[in-house]
Every structure is written in C-alpha cells, then in structure tokens.
C-alpha cells in the first residue's frame, strides 16, 4: 500500500457526460500528479498541484481540470466525455526531503466511457 | 512529453533466467528510480537510485545508475512468474517536483 488512495476504483459512463475522480495523497506529501494511461501504453503526465497551486501541466484536454484543495486531496474532473477517453487514471504524490525524490502512485481509477 | 527509452520494449523469458533492461535519455538526471506495474494496478516504486554508479538491490532486484547519469540498468535474477508485469524507469532532478517516465519494458515469464 503506497499510502496514496483513489476514488473511486471503477467508474462507467456514457458519451458526454462528465466525471470527478478523487485522490488523496500520502500523509505530509504536499505534490499531487495526475497521469492517463491508455490499453498497454505508457503513463501519460497530465497535471501537477502542489500545495494547491498548479506547477505544470502535460498533455491535459481542454475539457480537463483538476484543482487541490486546502487538505491537499485532489479532484480530477473530465467533461464531455469521449469514448478515447477511456483509460487508467493514476494519482501519484511525492516525497523531495533532502536527497530523495520519490514518487507513490495510486491503485488508480478505470473509467470506460460507453 | 518527452519519454525515456527503455530496451527491450517487451522480452518473454523462461521460469529461472536473469533478466536485463536499461533505460536512457538525451539529459542527465540526479535521480532514478524503477517501479514495476501489474495488470490494472498502480505503478509499485522499486528501486531509488541517487548517485552516479550507485547499485542498488531489492531482493532479486538489482539496479543501477549509470556514470554517464543519462542511463540505469535494472536486473532481475532467477525470475519467477509473478515477475510479469511492465517494468517503467523515471528520471528526476532534485527541486523541480518534475519526473520523466519510460515507455515500459512488458515481462512475461514462461513457467
């Protein structure tokens, strides 16, 4: 267990509608990472919070948004929903204290778009 | 977004073998690390790595940072079926909360 949980682990919708996704990091991790991840493909990076304030954004859709909240969780939430938006949707916070780097993911979300 | 370059992309292997794989980019990185990720799972972090030709292990787990600081290799020894999964590389510098993910190495162990 990463310490890194998501809500919820599965999610069925249909075309056009819109979704939220939930994600709280580990306890005193202050960055939260959004990543897509498609049939077999890599981790695509979307959107970093830390400590509420968006640092970068990847390849994130118009129709994405993502904020972090004053309890650091974080809420991912897709609109208009595509079927090409169907995917793994992983949540990730880091640890940077002194030398380390590191990086937790979440069990994720699956969302099928019907 | 740019990508690391993992090799091989997907190996099949027999139950008992050691097993290779590397993973490198066009910039310098102070930190690496490996995850391995299961069917529907989340990404598992295995390895951290922090200093140029560090080795590092986990078990049958061996990984390292290479001199250069543009590549690490991870090895596996006496591989067992639950091995199978997709092994991903990420490299990171210190300060900018900012992680470079590899394209994957798919691993299925033949019993």
């Known amino acids: 267990d990463s310490g890194v949980t998501q809500t919820p682990k599965h999610l069925i919708t249909a075309t056009g509608q819109r979704v939220t996704l939930r994600c709280s990091p580990r306890s005193g991790d202050l960055s939260v990472y959004w990543y897509q991840q498609s049939l077999d493909q890599g981790l695509q990076f979307l959107i970093h919070?830390?400590?509420?304030?968006?640092?970068a954004k990847g390849n994130i859709l118009e129709r994405f948004s993502a904020q972090q909240f004053p309890d650091l969780h974080s809420e991912l939430n897709l609109s208009s929903l595509e079927l090409g938006d169907s995917a793994l949707y992983f949540c990730?916070?880091?640890?940077?204290?002194?030398?380390?780097?590191?990086?937790?993911f979440g069990p994720g979300t699956r969302l099928t778009v019907l | 977004g740019q990508q690391l370059n993992q090799s091989p992309q997907s190996m099949f292997i027999q139950e008992g073998e050691d097993v290779s794989m590397n993973c490198t980019s066009s910039s310098i990185f102070n930190t690496w690390l490996w995850y391995k990720q299961d069917p529907g799972e989340g990404p598992v972090l295995l390895i951290a790595l922090y200093k140029a030709g560090e080795l590092t292990s986990n078990g049958r787990l061996t990984a390292q940072f290479g001199i250069t600081r543009k590549d690490s290799f991870l090895n596996i020894s006496a591989s067992i079926p639950s091995d199978v999964g997709i092994y991903f590389c990420?490299?990171?510098?210190?300060?900018?909360?900012?992680?470079?993910f590899g394209t994957g190495t798919r691993l299925k162990v033949l019993a």
């Open positions: 990420a490299g990171a510098n210190s300060g900018t909360y900012k992680y470079i």
């Open positions: 919070y830390y400590n509420g304030e968006e640092r």
């Open positions: 990730a916070s880091s640890v940077v204290n002194g030398y380390r780097n590191e990086q937790f």
